[in-house]
């Protein structure tokens, strides 16, 4: 019962490194969510993808790249890191439409830009 | 476009008492669900309890219960018999039934629990 996955769970990065952050859902949901999690300003969304092959900007996009080639993976890229990126990160994932419901999270990746 | 308040940024209660975190929304829809997510010191986010709007009875989950009014766009969440185990970060959600890819959180109520 893996849920959603994240991957790495702690990342260390220099100002303008470059990474990844995969997700993986084993669950079959249709969306998939990438937020953000600072100090008193709960959660932001940054991307969001509602099927395989479709990805939207969500509230915060702007330094982030998504892509979702596979249903069950989303990836969120930083191309040029900034300390503003350092962050909490969560993925979520959920069913769609009638079944849509909740959000399942994965456990968070803490980002620390230097 | 929807929004989710928690006037409450932390709040604070005795172990075994009850307390109740407040949670307001705004939207013009009337079809959606409504969620209390933990997220304790691990940073994992829970699930603790789900409402449908449609649904009139609140629901309950052993301690946790919310009152539910839908008129005044009110969703409180009651923790009773606080335990220990109870202290964390407190976010409300709102999800449209129409517009079902978009999730709004509120910004928390951290709540600690005190011995």
């Known amino acids: 019962n893996a849920g959603v996955t994240q991957t790495p769970k702690f990342r260390v990065l220099k100002t303008g490194q470059s990474m990844t952050l995969l997700c993986a859902q084993d669950?079959?949901?249709?969306?998939m969510y990438w937020y953000r999690q600072d100090p008193g300003m709960g959660l932001r969304l940054i991307h969001y993808?509602?099927?395989?092959?479709?990805?939207a900007k969500g509230e915060v996009p702007d330094g982030y790249n998504v892509s979702r080639l596979k249903k069950q993976n989303f990836l969120l890229g930083l191309e040029s890191a900034a300390p503003s990126q350092t962050s909490v990160y969560f993925c979520?994932?959920?069913?769609?439409?009638?079944?849509?419901?909740?959000?399942?999270f994965g456990e968070g990746s803490r980002l620390t830009v230097l | 476009a929807q929004t989710v308040t928690q006037s409450q940024p932390e709040m604070s209660v005795q172990e075994a008492e009850t307390v109740t975190l407040s949670c307001t929304y705004d939207?013009?829809?009337?079809?959606?669900?409504l969620f209390w997510y933990k997220q304790p010191p691990s940073r994992q986010m829970i699930l603790v309890i789900r409402?449908?709007?449609?649904?009139?009875q609140n629901a309950t989950e052993n301690r946790f219960s919310v009152n539910f009014q839908k008129a005044a766009k009110s969703f409180s969440l009651k923790i009773s018999d606080s335990q220990l185990g109870d202290a964390a970060m407190y976010f409300c959600?709102?999800?449209?039934?129409?517009?079902?890819?978009?999730?709004?959180f509120g910004k928390g109520t951290r709540l600690h629990i005190l011995p």
């Open positions: 979520a994932s959920s069913y769609m439409g009638l079944a849509a419901g909740e959000l399942f």
């Open positions: 669950m079959n949901h249709e969306y």
């Open positions: 993808s509602v099927g395989e092959g479709t990805t």
């Open positions: 939207t013009s829809e009337s079809d959606y669900y």
């Open positions: 409402q449908e709007a449609y649904k009139q």
């Open positions: 959600a709102y999800r449209s039934v129409l517009r079902d890819d978009k999730i709004i």
